[in-house]
């Protein structure tokens, strides 16, 4: 027998899962908890005989198929979120978050991606150059660029630190020119039919290229930007750090 606690909680499921341009009817809403009921029994017993995960999905997915065969049920169905603890036991899915890395720790791990191998700057402007540059000069580079960019972002960030140096200048060249009453372009349109990126990814590679223009060793690393920016808050408070000094 199911504690009136279980009982409203698959009751409140089961709502859910429910249109709202129709109500069922008191049997088949009986029906459906009796299927719901015999998910929990699943993922219960699953979880004290350790059975198999393709056998616990092939039940699982039973039960769900009679459940969605209701009335007035909608499809896809989901599993209640009541039972989402015994789906992390079973499976061994940890909730807990990944520890953050911080001083010497971060540092070692950076460490890990350094490589020294040659960039691939073929064409393009020096980073001590880009004063130099008009926006048109700044707008044609980026464009010639941005394919041979996306080969090599996922291998030595150099070109990615590059870009994103020049991403920085062109947003101050853009800025000027529509303060001066040059253009009505917005810069997140440029950024998209330009250079086929978003506003949100360009704000992340200009950050990338103010942090590398006073830490230049960041460029020798050999690590997927994506990843590299999942440390994001770290990395602002490392490179403000003496330890920072190593990457000069």
């Known amino acids: 027998m199911s504690t009136s606690s279980e009982s409203s909680d698959q009751e409140e499921f089961l709502n859910e899962t429910l249109s709202s341009k129709a109500r069922p009817r008191k049997e088949e809403l009986s029906e459906a908890l009796t299927q719901i009921e015999k998910v929990k029994n699943i993922l219960t017993n699953a979880l004290h005989s350790k059975k198999n995960y393709e056998i616990i999905r092939k039940d699982l997915s039973e039960e769900k198929d009679k459940i969605s065969k209701l009335p007035n049920v909608k499809d896809p169905m989901e599993i209640p979120k009541i039972h989402k603890k015994y789906l992390k036991k079973v499976f061994n899915i940890s909730s807990k978050k990944n520890t953050k890395l911080v001083g010497k720790e971060l540092n070692?791990?950076?460490?890990?991606?350094?490589?020294?191998?040659?960039?691939?700057?073929?064409?393009?402007?020096?980073?001590?150059?880009?004063?130099?540059?008009?926006?048109?000069?700044?707008?044609?580079?980026?464009?010639?660029?941005?394919?041979?960019?996306?080969?090599?972002?996922?291998?030595?960030?150099?070109?990615?630190?590059?870009?994103?140096?020049?991403?920085?200048?062109?947003?101050?060249?853009?800025?000027?020119?529509?303060?001066?009453?040059?253009?009505?372009?917005?810069?997140?349109?440029?950024?998209?039919?330009?250079?086929?990126?978003?506003?949100?990814?360009?704000?992340?590679?200009?950050?990338?290229?103010?942090?590398?223009?006073?830490?230049?060793?960041?460029?020798?690393?050999?690590?997927?930007?994506?990843?590299?920016?999942?440390?994001?808050?770290?990395?602002?408070?490392?490179?403000?750090?003496?330890?920072?000094?190593?990457?000069?």
């Open 108 to 248: 070692n791990y950076l460490k890990t991606f350094l490589r020294d191998g040659s960039n691939t700057d073929i064409n393009m402007p020096k980073a001590y150059m880009l004063n130099e540059y008009s926006y048109e000069d700044l707008l044609k580079f980026l464009k010639d660029y941005k394919d041979l960019y996306k080969m090599f972002e996922n291998n030595i960030l150099h070109d990615s630190c590059l870009y994103g140096c020049i991403l920085n200048k062109f947003f101050d060249a853009y800025q000027i020119k529509i303060q001066n009453d040059e253009g009505s372009e917005s810069y997140s349109d440029i950024l998209k039919k330009e250079f086929e990126i978003s506003d949100g990814y360009a704000r992340k590679l200009r950050w990338l290229g103010k942090l590398w223009s006073g830490h230049k060793k960041i460029g020798n690393l050999c690590i997927a930007f994506s990843k590299l920016y999942q440390h994001k808050k770290q990395l602002d408070i490392f490179f403000k750090s003496e330890l920072a000094k190593e990457w000069e």
